[in-house]
């Protein structure tokens, strides 16, 4: 089922009203409910529209058998507590089983996770557990590092915090484990 744009654009505005806010006189707040319901329904959650499975059919036609890493794909996630952005990168790898993926489609993969109401630890994870139960990965890794504006823009205020989140999938051995890291650019 599609989005209804119109009754997100509604809610917004309905939600700017209740802080009582200068709806009504402010010029630059014309239109805002329609561009925060699009900037959401179209960019911030895509991710919903996207299937991890079919990302992840198709082989490419190597079957190179060390540690596949790609690093710093950049993505924006939403906290699922203040829907308030996280803009960082991610940086996963696998060893393969019996197919590699494209470096496309875990670049796209990591759109599709993020792109989503999303806590960065469980990104990680998903994107890890993804890579050994679809793509059949002997193992895997995932470093999400993000700047989450919950933490920078509110509360703590905390400007320029990066938050970390390592997590591993499959038979993660501690070699596995330290050449990932390695590959990834992180060193003990």
Same mark, same amino acid.
């Given at each position: ?5 119109? @009754?997100?654009?509604? @809610?917004?505005?309905?939600? &700017?009203?209740?802080?009582? !806010? ?22 911030? &959650? ?37 829907? &308030? ?6 940086? !996963? ?15 796209? !993969? ?8 999303? !806590? ?18 002997? *193992? ?12 920078? @823009?509110?509360?703590?205020? *905390? ?9 591993? *999938? ?19």
């Amino acid at each position: 089922m599609p989005a209804d744009l119109d @009754a997100a654009a509604e @809610a917004i505005e309905a939600f &700017l009203r209740a802080l009582d !806010l200068p709806t009504e006189g402010d010029p630059e707040l014309v239109g805002t409910g329609m561009r925060v319901a699009k900037a959401f329904a179209e960019e911030l &959650l895509s991710g919903y529209a996207m299937d991890p499975r079919e990302i992840l059919a198709s082989d490419t036609s190597t079957r190179a058998p060390g540690i596949v890493v790609l690093k710093h794909v950049e993505t924006t996630a939403v906290c699922p507590h203040h829907l &308030l952005p996280a803009h960082g990168t991610v940086t !996963l790898g696998y060893l393969p089983g019996d197919r590699v993926a494209g470096l496309g489609a875990l670049a796209r !993969l990591v759109q599709c996770r993020a792109r989503r109401l999303v !806590l960065q630890e469980d990104l990680g994870q998903t994107l890890a557990d993804d890579l050994v139960a679809l793509l059949g990965a002997k *193992a895997a890794g995932c470093v999400v590092a993000l700047e989450p504006t919950c933490v920078t @823009a509110r509360g703590a205020r *905390a400007h320029g915090a990066e938050a970390r989140t390592l997590a591993f *999938a499959g038979e993660a051995t501690d070699a596995f484990r330290t050449e990932f890291l390695a590959l990834a650019g992180f060193t003990a």
